[in-house]
C-alpha cells in the first residue's frame, strides 16, 4: 500500500479532502480482496457475521497500525484520526459491498461456486 511512501513525494491534488477518498477506497478494496477466500463459507448463513466482522476488524486494526507507523515511523509521513475513520469506512464497505460486486461478476464461475 502507499501507506509507507514518503508523503514528500506524494502527488498533491488541488481537491481538497481527496487522500480521505483514496484512504477509503484502499481499505475497500483490501476488505473485498479478503473476503474473496471465503465466498464458499460465506454462503452458509451462520458464517456470514463471523466472516464479515474478522475481516472488519482486520482492516480496521491493520489502518490503525498504518497510521501508527505513519506518525511514528515513516518519514515525511503523519498519522491521523481522520485517516483512520476513512480506513475503517473502507474496510467496512468493501467487506458489505463484496456480496453485491460478485452477483455482478462472472467470480462465482471462476471460483467454481454453483
Do not use: C
Not at 502527488?11 to 481499505?27: E, G, I, R, S, W
Not at 479478503?34 to 456470514?48: A, D, G, S, T, Y
Request: no cysteine; hydrophobic share 55%; charged share 15%.
Amino acid at each position: 500500500m502507499l501507506s509507507g511512501y514518503p508523503g514528500n513525494q506524494l502527488p498533491k491534488v488541488a481537491v481538497l479532502q481527496f487522500d480521505k477518498l483514496v484512504h477509503t477506497l484502499m481499505y475497500g478494496i483490501v476488505s473485498f480482496l479478503l473476503f474473496l477466500p471465503f465466498v464458499k463459507q460465506f454462503l452458509i448463513k451462520e458464517n456470514r457475521f463471523k466472516i464479515r466482522v474478522v475481516i472488519i476488524l482486520f482492516g480496521v486494526f491493520y489502518g490503525g497500525f498504518m497510521e501508527i507507523l505513519q506518525e511514528n515511523i515513516f518519514i515525511n509521513r503523519s498519522g491521523n484520526w481522520i485517516d483512520f475513520t476513512a480506513n475503517s469506512v473502507g474496510a467496512v464497505l468493501g467487506v458489505f459491498l463484496a456480496p453485491l460486486v460478485l452477483k455482478f461478476l462472472p467470480i462465482n464461475r471462476w471460483l467454481k461456486i454453483k
